[in-house]
């Protein structure tokens, strides 16, 4: 297994080492330039782009590294949205207070699933998933102290767009560079080798349930940083906006059109996916179904994605982990 | 000499990368027994599965009574009379005796003599008969090997393959299911007989052919090549 | 003994939910995230068929169960079928798309506002002793549904495509050795799971007002019933539809779907192989 590994990678250009890092700070500069002088409707647009892409950086974490594919990451975006909206609304706390208790309650909530989830396979965990989500959404429907069905609203929204975007970006780019040290330390050569062959992996001694419980709630914390953060920007949270599967849809989406299983793939489908969804915004109605031919479309045809494809093509790797290269 | 009703010209089969048989032929006279001798990872089962249409072949012919069947189907194959008893019985487990039995009068041209058919496979196997409705999954290894030669004789075969039916029986029930074999060949019935054990399988087989690693080595008359040339070669000497 | 009296006949037709659900996962090994909406689509069906028809929706099962089947074998052939060759988690990820499609193109089909099939027996009752009564509209959608899932039974027990769609299930090999082809044995089960979508959304739309974005509730039902009956049993669908009938009554209208959701999930973490498998 090993032996395959190292002598594949020979044959694979890596775009890695300095230029990369050269690279990726240039793009982050201009986008943090952008942030100070960009129009509002630009920026707008690129903090959708942000948040979803650090929620489908870590999904993909989770679904194309580590096997568990999550289709209740909603109850992230909510619990935090949720958050957020009473700690600024009912307890009249600065947004701050709102996005670090929101993450701090993604983090537990993530421990609490855990337990139940990690005994789950495959299936089992997916569904598992959207009927917690589901559960969550039908209680706080009912729960008073959120108003139930009625929503709530967030209060002491910045005035000034600048931090919107500048802590979008920061949430952003923090999700990238977690998963990019993730999946190049220690842990994610066991994950990769765990999602290979679990068997073998727990018998090399790769601590399955730790490297999973990591990656899990690693995912439960951005996902609920960006969900909190993106209801700070939206002034509202419905039980129907915040544990809505549109959450789900969209990171699915974006993660199979860019690759699953690449570092880059989830980064370039929040590109995609974002464009796609500003042109068929003016056709109200449309929209998902055409992203979900599209999406039915890559699966049968470019199982790999955007990414995947180019690198089997081009061999070719961009942000890659190292893999086995360093034994 | 009788007409050959199975002739296989150097199959090669693949799972993956890895060459399960490299190359394999076997000419099977109308009638006969003809027996497939090798040791355990020969290739014998991946040569029987591709001969059914289980495993695609990634080279070489098959040639079942004069037609070309290479690379058909599975379901195809089953039509044209030429059945496969696969290692293990895979009975199904959750359905009843005779729902298995039904199951091989599933191809529509031997639905009319389903009735006729099963009674035969329960003068046969009588013991089958009290166990009718009864889920194949509580049968002993014995009378599910038995279920599932009954089931590819309800198939209405000129030719069967046995794929290690004898694996893990006791003896005595192995003497009886080979008893029933020669005289199914008896009616008529073409058979071929992949075994382990060299003794019982020249015992049995008119004729004979050996594999070792992958290919068809040694192949004739069981009598005229005699038991220690098979051995020689069963071991590859 | 209203609560159950009102449960038994809720179980009916969450039997008849899961139905369908149970043979995709326990014959095709599908996991049907579609099969919600599919039931959406049976309800719209006969809901607007009826009224455009001016029958009795039951009436229209006529034209939507064949309809249906029809749309699943070609479903099946056409798109699932090629993507189980690449494994089980792109087939999970197809069919969550096609729930997405369904709900969106009936929302702009239909829009957004609720739906009944109204039928005139809709508040009749039978009384029983004491200050017990039986629903008649519940009771029809009970016995539609216990028969449609009869049907089904005698089919696969008693017919050659059950028994080899039963065969497959069990070993998909020596189901070819006995000449049958698995994909056409897949579309065929797709064909009647579909179809009983369409006798389970009938039954939907005549108990309760239902929305294009409905499709996921029900899904979970489907769910919760196939994990407790142990997947592909159909005497388990019966019990466990049961079983979540009386949960969601006892519940009420408040809590009942929460209460389900909770014993779905201890069900998963606990025995996910259901209550009633070995």
């Known amino acids: 297994m090993k032996k395959m590994k190292s002598s594949n990678r020979d044959t694979v250009r890596v775009f890695g080492g300095w230029p990369l890092l050269i690279a990726c700070?240039?793009?982050?500069?201009?986008?943090?330039?952008?942030?100070?002088?960009?129009?509002?409707?630009?920026?707008?647009?690129?903090?959708?782009?942000?948040?979803?892409?650090?929620?489908?950086?870590?999904?993909?974490?989770?679904?194309?590294?580590?096997?568990?594919?999550?289709?209740?990451?909603?109850?992230?975006?909510?619990?935090?949205?949720?958050?957020?909206?009473?700690?600024?609304?009912?307890?009249?706390?600065?947004?701050?207070?709102?996005?670090?208790?929101?993450?701090?309650?993604?983090?537990?909530?993530?421990?609490?699933?855990?337990?139940?989830?990690?005994?789950?396979?495959?299936?089992?965990?997916?569904?598992?998933?959207?009927?917690?989500?589901?559960?969550?959404?039908?209680?706080?429907?009912?729960?008073?102290?959120?108003?139930?069905?009625?929503?709530?609203?967030?209060?002491?929204?910045?005035?000034?767009?600048?931090?919107?975007?500048?802590?979008?970006?920061?949430?952003?780019?923090?999700?990238?560079?977690?998963?990019?040290?993730?999946?190049?330390?220690?842990?994610?050569?066991?994950?990769?080798?765990?999602?290979?062959?679990?068997?073998?992996?727990?018998?090399v001694g790769v601590n399955i349930f730790k490297s999973k419980l990591i990656c899990f709630v690693v995912a439960g914390i951005f996902t609920a940083l960006?969900?909190?953060?993106?209801?700070?920007?939206?002034?509202?949270?419905?039980?129907?906006?915040?544990?809505?599967?549109?959450?789900?849809?969209?990171?699915?989406?974006?993660?199979?059109?860019?690759?699953?299983?690449?570092?880059?793939?989830?980064?370039?489908?929040?590109?995609?996916?974002?464009?796609?969804?500003?042109?068929?915004?003016?056709?109200?109605?449309?929209?998902?179904?055409?992203?979900?031919?599209?999406?039915?479309?890559?699966?049968?045809?470019?199982?790999?994605?955007?990414?995947?494809?180019?690198?089997?093509?081009?061999?070719?790797?961009?942000l890659s982990q190292k893999r086995f290269s360093q034994e | 000499m009788s007409e050959l009703i199975l002739k296989v010209e150097n199959v090669q089969a693949k799972y993956g990368d890895f060459l399960a048989v490299e190359s394999a032929?076997?000419?099977?006279?109308?009638?006969?027994?003809?027996?497939?001798?090798?040791?355990?990872?020969?290739?014998?089962?991946?040569?029987?599965?591709?001969?059914?249409?289980?495993?695609?072949?990634?080279?070489?012919?098959?040639?079942?009574?004069?037609?070309?069947?290479?690379?058909?189907?599975?379901?195809?194959?089953?039509?044209?009379?030429?059945?496969?008893?696969?290692?293990?019985?895979?009975?199904?487990?959750?359905?009843?005796?005779?729902?298995?039995?039904?199951?091989?009068?599933?191809?529509?041209?031997?639905?009319?003599?389903?009735?006729?058919?099963?009674?035969?496979?329960?003068?046969?196997?009588?013991v089958l008969k009290e166990k009718r409705n009864d889920l194949a999954g509580s049968l002993s290894g014995g009378q599910r090997q038995m279920v599932a030669v009954g089931r590819a004789l309800m198939t209405n075969p000129e030719c069967i393959l046995f794929d290690e039916i004898s694996l893990g029986l006791a003896p005595t029930v192995i003497k009886d299911i080979y008893a029933r074999i020669r005289q199914i060949n008896k009616e008529g019935m073409t058979v071929v007989l992949v075994e382990q054990d060299t003794n019982r399988a020249i015992r049995t087989g008119e004729f004979a052919t050996v594999m070792l690693k992958g290919k068809t080595v040694l192949a004739g008359r069981s009598k005229e090549l005699g038991e220690d040339e098979i051995k020689a070669a069963y071991f590859g000497l | 003994m209203q609560y159950l009296i009102n449960g038994i006949l809720l179980g009916g037709i969450?039997?008849?939910?899961?139905?369908?659900?149970?043979?995709?996962?326990?014959?095709?090994?599908?996991?049907?995230?579609?099969?919600?909406?599919?039931?959406?689509?049976?309800?719209?069906?006969?809901?607007?068929?009826?009224?455009?028809?001016?029958?009795?929706?039951?009436?229209?099962?006529?034209?939507?169960?064949?309809?249906?089947?029809?749309?699943?074998?070609l479903l099946q052939t056409v798109l699932i079928n090629r993507v189980m060759l690449q494994g089980s988690e792109p087939a999970l990820l197809v069919t969550f798309g096609l729930s997405i499609i369904i709900q969106d193109a009936l929302l702009l089909l239909f829009t957004a506002d609720a739906q009944r099939a109204n039928v005139a027996y809709n508040t009749a009752t039978i009384p029983l002793f004491g200050n017990l009564y039986l629903p008649v509209l519940d009771l029809i959608v009970f016995a539609i549904s216990l028969l449609t899932i009869l049907v089904l039974t005698i089919f696969l027990r008693k017919t050659y495509m059950g028994r080899a769609i039963r065969a497959t299930s069990d070993d998909t090999t020596a189901a070819t050795l006995m000449g049958v082809s698995v994909k056409k044995t897949y579309a065929i089960a797709m064909g009647i799971a579909m179809a009983t979508a369409a006798v389970a959304g009938l039954g939907v739309g005549m108990r309760w007002t239902f929305y294009p974005s409905s499709g996921g509730s029900y899904l979970l039902i489907a769910f919760g019933v196939v994990v407790i009956g142990g997947m592909g049993s159909i005497?388990?669908?019966?019990?466990?539809?049961?079983?979540?009938?009386?949960?969601?009554?006892?519940?009420?209208?408040?809590?009942?779907?929460?209460?389900?959701?909770?014993?779905?999930?201890?069900?998963?973490?606990?025995?996910?192989?259901?209550?009633?498998?070995?």
């Open chain 1, 25 to 203: 700070i240039v793009i982050v500069a201009v986008l943090v330039v952008i942030g100070f002088v960009g129009e509002n409707n630009i920026r707008r647009i690129l903090i959708r782009m942000f948040l979803y892409c650090a929620m489908a950086v870590v999904w993909n974490l989770m679904s194309g590294y580590t096997g568990m594919t999550s289709l209740g990451q909603q109850a992230f975006v909510g619990i935090a949205g949720y958050s957020m909206a009473v700690m600024t609304s009912t307890y009249l706390a600065s947004y701050w207070v709102g996005l670090l208790v929101g993450g701090a309650i993604g983090a537990v909530l993530a421990l609490v699933l855990a337990v139940i989830l990690f005994r789950m396979r495959g299936m089992y965990f997916a569904i598992a998933t959207w009927v917690i989500a589901e559960a969550l959404k039908t209680f706080f429907l009912s729960w008073k102290f959120v108003n139930q069905g009625g929503g709530l609203s967030v209060m002491g929204r910045p005035t000034d767009r600048t931090i919107i975007y500048m802590v979008a970006l920061l949430i952003c780019v923090a999700a990238i560079v977690t998963v990019y040290l993730l999946l190049n330390s220690k842990l994610g050569l066991g994950l990769t080798a765990m999602r290979d062959d679990p068997d073998a992996a727990s018998s």
């Open chain 1, 226 to 318: 960006a969900g909190g953060w993106y209801f700070l920007n939206n002034v509202s949270i419905y039980p129907n906006s915040g544990f809505g599967n549109s959450w789900t849809v969209a990171v699915v989406f974006i993660v199979i059109i860019g690759g699953i299983g690449t570092m880059a793939g989830p980064i370039v489908g929040s590109v995609v996916y974002i464009m796609l969804s500003e042109i068929l915004a003016d056709y109200p109605g449309w929209s998902n179904i055409i992203l979900g031919f599209i999406a039915i479309l890559v699966i049968l045809f470019l199982p790999d994605g955007i990414i995947g494809t180019l690198q089997k093509k081009l061999k070719f790797e961009i």
């Open chain 2, 25 to 126: 032929s076997l000419e099977v006279p109308e009638g006969k027994i003809v027996s497939v001798i090798g040791a355990n990872g020969a290739g014998k089962s991946t040569l029987m599965d591709t001969i059914a249409g289980v495993h695609k072949p990634s080279a070489g012919k098959i040639y079942f009574k004069g037609e070309d069947i290479t690379g058909m189907p599975a379901e195809k194959i089953v039509t044209r009379g030429l059945s496969l008893v696969p290692q293990g019985s895979r009975c199904f487990i959750r359905m009843t005796v005779e729902d298995n039995l039904i199951m091989g009068s599933y191809p529509k041209h031997v639905r009319a003599k389903a009735k006729d058919s099963l009674e035969r496979v329960y003068e046969l196997f009588p």
């Open chain 3, 14 to 73: 969450y039997a008849l939910l899961g139905v369908g659900m149970t043979m995709m996962f326990g014959i095709v090994k599908l996991t049907n995230l579609a099969h919600g909406e599919f039931i959406i689509m049976g309800a719209f069906a006969s809901t607007m068929l009826a009224q455009w028809l001016g029958v009795d929706p039951i009436v229209t099962l006529i034209i939507t169960v064949p309809l249906m089947f029809l749309i699943g074998v």
């Open chain 3, 235 to 278: 005497p388990g669908t019966l019990v466990a539809g049961l079983v979540f009938g009386l949960a969601q009554v006892i519940g009420g209208a408040q809590y009942g779907t929460l209460i389900s959701y909770i014993l779905l999930i201890i069900m998963l973490a606990v025995r996910p192989q259901g209550l009633f498998s070995k």
